[in-house]
């Protein structure tokens, strides 16, 4: 009777993979990352050496979060949600954000991103776009920038509640993007370890910020669905680099753009501790190409 | 970060038992909150006694921690406080204004990165003289190599302006000058304290009036902090981010535009690479390489990295080509001096040994 019940299932594998397929998202495909399937709740690292457009990136996920699918019978393509911008690095540049939103809504399809921008000699104020789309978009974008590893901590534990609220007003939001998740590396590594009053009293180190981060963003994905996005500056510089100067071994040759590479061909130095490095879900390696900066 | 105690006054809610309770799990400080999740912790309130209370407390220590970052700013906002406040400035020089479509954007850090004797500090100067004149507004510049020279800038603010009378242009002259505030710096620490001081002052003063900051040069920002790099410890890494941080904070919350130099060391096969290394790649906005041919006056300036321009465009620009070989003699006439002494001791010397191997 109730073994039988416990032991014939509550449904079949077909019934539960057509209710879950309904439901589910489909995939989150982020250009230029086309060929990079992401689902909400994964958290996906941007790695590169300083001039390698891990911002731009981050501008360009951010743009498709905010756009709608469609309207006024254009087809945009967009997630048509919120997208959270924390600046750790504190470069933003928002006339740049403004400038490739227009050239969006310019263009209307997202194929055409590359030529047009490519194309030094369109005048900024010669591109038209919808006046009523673009304030919808620049308010979807929400900002803030940090100083220091408090203000983040600070920031992260009140996420929590201005997500809340926006959902009060019937708003989703789909995207966090942290801009450069290692800037504080060297502050937070310097930080001297005191002996503080109380044996088991949490110093403030690289290990614990990080620890601390992880988990406030793993609650975040839990309660509210969304993709979860970092850039990582390579502080220490190229691998392979340093390797070819001191002969250790010869250049490494499996540069991809996208990260098929194994932990053990990395071709930069990882610094950050392991409980960030398991967090992440996927990661995507950035270079200039032919560059010597 | 304060201690609990201390809120004690201002918030009654986080009275002894809360701070008890918080001294249960090694918490002392609103720091230690920052490190702590308070969800746990709510979950330990609800077995004590006082959970409702210590509760509320937990709840009023939420909105202490909201009040101590950034705050929050959308799109639109952005773009009106950009549009509003971080305008450019224009450094004087041509092609630098041309590269960088139109000059130094304030809310920006921007480096310049050349070789020695390649004009650094000649750009610097000149972009000095230029907003003090044109902008009415001051300039803060922390010289650390003693090479601020106001003799130089005098030729270039009186460079431009038609011969009018002489008391007039200078009382002009005297007005501008007094727009910059050069300080000597030759550590790290106190520009440390130059910069707080000077953010206390900007927080604490009206707005408005021209003697609002615009512009803060630091020549060079590699003497100071090369000397502290390297070695074991990671404290001299942190003492350059936190000098960076400290540039840019001053540069967004009180729309001042930072120029900053940098030397250049040998990197690999032989070319050369900014100085401060990678760690400090991510801290400017906008980089520009800048060269001079030797002995000439034209100066080429490239971009090494700027938010939206691709880097290797650059522009050639001419440096006020006669009143360099004035500065130039200024800055050898040292040097004959000192040259001219130690012809006169090794005069003196053979004649010592000449008269005393003669004595032999």
Redesign the interface.
């Given at each position: 009777m109730e073994a039988k019940g416990w032991i014939s299932g509550d449904e079949s594998a077909k019934e539960m993979l057509g209710r879950v397929l309904s439901r589910a998202r489909p995939f989150l495909l982020l250009p230029p990352l086309h060929r990079v399937p992401l689902r909400p709740r994964n958290v996906l690292e941007i790695v590169g050496?300083?001039?390698s457009a891990k911002?731009h990136l981050l501008i360009q996920a951010a743009l498709t979060c905010v756009l709608p699918v469609d309207w006024n019978g254009v087809h945009y393509g967009g997630f048509d949600g919120f997208a959270i911008f924390i600046d750790l690095?504190?470069?933003f540049?928002?006339?740049?954000?403004?400038?490739l939103l227009k050239l969006r809504l310019a263009s209307g399809s997202v194929s055409e991103i590359d030529r047009e921008q490519n194309n030094n000699t369109i005048k900024r104020s010669s591109i038209a776009y919808d006046e009523e789309l673009y304030?919808l978009?620049?308010?979807?974008?929400?900002?803030?920038?940090?100083?220091?590893s408090?203000?983040?901590?600070?920031?992260l534990?009140?996420l929590h509640?201005?997500i809340q609220k926006e959902k009060a007003y019937g708003n989703c939001v789909h995207m966090l993007l942290i801009d450069?998740i290692g800037?504080?590396h060297?502050?937070d590594?310097?930080s001297t370890c005191l002996p503080?009053?109380?044996s088991?009293?949490?110093s403030?180190s690289v290990q614990?910020?990080l620890e601390?981060v992880v988990?406030e963003i793993r609650?975040l994905l839990l309660l509210h669905p969304m993709l979860a996005i970092a850039t990582k500056?390579?502080?220490?510089?190229n691998r392979a680099?340093n390797e070819a100067?001191w002969n250790l071994r010869k250049p490494d040759t499996s540069y991809s753009q996208i990260g098929g590479i194994t932990a053990l061909q990395l071709p930069y130095r990882e610094y950050m501790p392991s409980a960030w490095q398991t967090f992440v879900t996927h990661r995507i390696l950035l270079r200039p190409s032919g560059?010597?900066? | 970060?304060a201690p609990l105690k201390s809120l004690e006054q201002e918030y009654p809610i986080l009275d002894s038992n809360f701070q008890s309770f918080c001294?249960s799990h090694?918490?002392?400080s609103v720091?230690?909150l920052?490190?702590?999740?308070?969800?746990v912790l709510a979950a330990f309130a609800e077995q004590e006694s006082s959970s409702e209370r210590l509760k509320q407390g937990i709840a009023q220590v939420?909105s202490i921690?909201?009040g101590?970052?950034?705050?929050?700013?959308?799109?639109?906002e952005?773009?009106e406080d950009?549009q509003r406040n971080k305008h450019v400035l224009s450094t004087g020089c041509e092609g630098i204004d041309l590269l960088l479509h139109g000059g130094l954007r304030v809310g920006?850090l921007t480096e310049l990165v050349g070789p020695s004797s390649s004009g650094k500090t000649q750009v610097c100067l000149l972009a000095a003289s230029n907003v003090a004149k044109k902008h009415i507004g001051s300039v803060v510049y922390l010289d650390t190599g003693n090479s601020f020279s106001p003799q130089r800038v005098t030729q270039f603010i009186c460079q431009h302006s038609d011969p009018a009378i002489d008391q007039a242009k200078h009382r002009t002259l005297q007005k501008v000058m007094n727009n910059i505030s050069c300080k000597s710096v030759f550590d790290i620490f106190t520009m440390f304290d130059v910069l707080h001081q000077l953010e206390f002052n900007l927080r604490s003063q009206m707005q408005g009036g021209d003697c609002k900051v615009q512009l803060l040069i630091v020549d060079s920002v590699s003497s100071m902090v090369t000397p502290i790099l390297g070695g074991s410890?990671?404290?001299g890494?942190?003492?350059?981010?936190?000098a960076g941080?400290l540039l840019?904070?001053l540069a967004?919350e009180h729309n001042i535009a930072v120029l900053v130099t940098n030397h250049t060391v040998g990197?690999?096969g032989g070319?050369s690479?900014?100085a401060l290394?990678?760690?400090w790649?991510?801290i400017p906005?906008v980089r520009l390489l800048l060269s001079c041919d030797h002995g000439g006056s034209i100066c080429n300036v490239s971009i090494?990295?700027h938010?939206?321009m691709v880097?290797s465009f650059a522009s050639l620009f001419t440096m006020c080509a006669i009143d360099l070989s004035l500065s130039l003699s200024l800055s050898v006439r040292p040097f004959y001096k000192l040259f001219l002494l130690h012809m006169v001791f090794l005069f003196l010397f053979t004649l010592f040994n000449f008269f005393s191997s003669g004595c032999w």
């Open positions: 050496p300083s001039p911002t690095d504190c470069r540049d928002i006339f740049r954000f403004s400038h304030t978009c620049m308010r979807r974008f929400s900002y803030v920038r940090c100083y220091d408090f203000e983040f901590l600070a920031t534990k009140t509640y201005r450069s800037a504080f060297w502050i590594r310097a503080l009053r109380g088991n009293r949490k403030h614990t910020v601390t988990q609650k500056a390579t502080l220490f510089g680099m100067k560059s010597e900066y | 970060m001294a090694d918490i002392f720091e230690d920052l490190l702590h999740d308070l969800y939420l921690i909201d101590q970052h950034q705050p929050w700013l959308n799109g639109i952005l773009l950009a920006q410890g990671s404290q890494h942190a003492l350059m981010i936190s941080y840019k904070k967004h990197g690999d070319i690479k900014p290394g990678e760690s790649k991510s906005h090494l990295k938010p939206s880097e």
